[in-house]
Nanobody, 121 residues
Framework: QVQLVESGGGLVQAGGSLRLSCAAS????????MGWYRQAPGKQRELVAA???????NYADSVKGRFTISRDNAKNTVYLQMNSLKPEDTAVYYC???????????????WGQGTQVTVSS
């Protein structure tokens, strides 16, 4: 079984910073892209940032210049450094990994349980 475990969420004042981490464990043959999504109350889940195994990144326009995604392939871990946080960044943040659990299985999307990020004004 594959598990994605997130950590690092919490409450922070506007202008502050938080760093999210997500470690993938279990039966993993290879990991392609990893990313972070978020879902605010009453809104659809949206992509925040993604990173390929080669290190190419993609960001939502709303977080460009403030958030930085990175990964440690040796640890199967992805990070999201969030600076200059705004109240509109408040959401549950979910880790995503596109991976193959074994050589006989196809690539599939796996999700973490989510971590709450709350930014107060």
């Amino acid at each position: 079984q594959v598990q994605l475990v997130e950590s690092g969420g919490g409450l922070v004042q506007a202008g502050g910073s938080l760093r999210l981490s997500c470690a993938a464990s279990g039966s993993i043959f290879s990991i392609s892209a990893m990313g972070w999504y978020r879902q605010a109350p009453g809104k659809q889940r949206e992509l925040v940032a993604a990173i390929t195994s080669g290190g190419s990144t993609n960001y939502a326009d709303s977080v460009k210049g403030r958030f930085t995604i990175s990964r440690d392939n040796a640890k199967n871990t992805v990070y999201l450094q969030m600076n200059s946080l705004k109240p509109e960044d408040t959401a549950v943040y979910y880790c995503n990994a596109n991976l193959r659990p074994s050589t006989t299985m196809r690539l599939g999307d796996y999700w973490g349980q989510g971590t709450q990020v709350t930014v107060s004004s």
